[in-house]
């Protein structure tokens, strides 16, 4: 079975005080891993997708990574702004039962504080 | 502007009650899917659709039902609403379903009581 799990479930950070947040995972075949942030209120907002072991993608102040088992997405030097839950997400290539499917994580809260 | 919109935001109903949430995207796009989140459990998928009259279960499709007799629209329906299915539910599209990123809908928060 599918499985997505993200460490640390909360992250308080000092501004510009950069860290990581995991993304580890366990699927058949991975089709695509997907990183969205959410804020209060608010439906998830789509950050990146990776699709190959080795690959990054770069937004501003935040990077994702991929390898065969896990994703980081970095942090750098964040500001107050960057306050919100972060999920990440996979999706499996297609077999008879999972066509369609996306298994999200618990996700990560971050805090940054000025 | 593109956009996932759900109806109502915010809803209080009785055990039993039928009820409908709403879900319409202008996106033209092929795939639609609903999600529960729930504290510590993040979002699990209840239905989704890769085309018009194609439906299939997620993870937890127990106590809905959806329907997808138009492209734009996907509505989730909970015949007999019971309180477990008490939770913060989101609509989302996308352009293939396949290798495209998901676009949520700003969620209905459902109580029943």
């Known amino acids: 079975e599918d499985q997505v799990t993200q460490s640390p479930e909360a992250l308080r950070l000092q501004e510009g005080e950069s860290s990581s947040l995991n993304c580890s995972y366990t699927?058949?075949?991975?089709?695509?891993l997907f990183w969205y942030r959410q804020d209060p209120g608010k439906g998830p907002e789509f950050l990146f997708t990776l699709y190959s072991a080795g690959e990054e993608k770069e937004k501003e102040r935040l990077k994702a990574t991929l390898t065969k088992k896990e994703s980081f997405l970095h942090i750098t030097a964040p500001k107050p702004e960057d306050s919100a839950t972060y999920l990440c997400a996979v999706q499996a290539i297609m077999t008879t039962d999972s066509w369609g499917k996306f298994q999200f994580g618990a996700g990560t809260q971050v805090v940054v504080t000025p | 502007e593109a956009q996932v919109t759900q109806n109502p935001r915010y809803l209080i109903t009785v055990t039993g009650k039928k009820l409908t949430v709403t879900c319409s995207q202008n996106?033209?796009?092929?795939?639609m899917s609903w999600y529960r989140q729930d504290p510590g459990l993040g979002l699990r998928q209840i239905y989704y659709s890769m085309n018009v009259e194609v439906t299939d279960k997620g993870d937890v499709p127990e106590g809905y039902k959806v329907s997808r007799k138009e492209k734009r629209n996907f509505p989730l329906i909970l015949e007999s609403p019971s309180p477990n299915q008490t939770s913060l539910y989101f609509c989302?599209?996308?352009?293939?379903?396949?290798?495209?990123?998901?676009?949520f809908g700003n969620g209905t928060r459902l109580t029943v009581t």
């Open positions: 699927v058949s075949g991975l089709r695509g």
């Open positions: 989302a599209s996308s352009f293939s379903g396949a290798n495209s990123p998901l676009h």
């Open positions: 996106m033209n796009h092929e795939y």
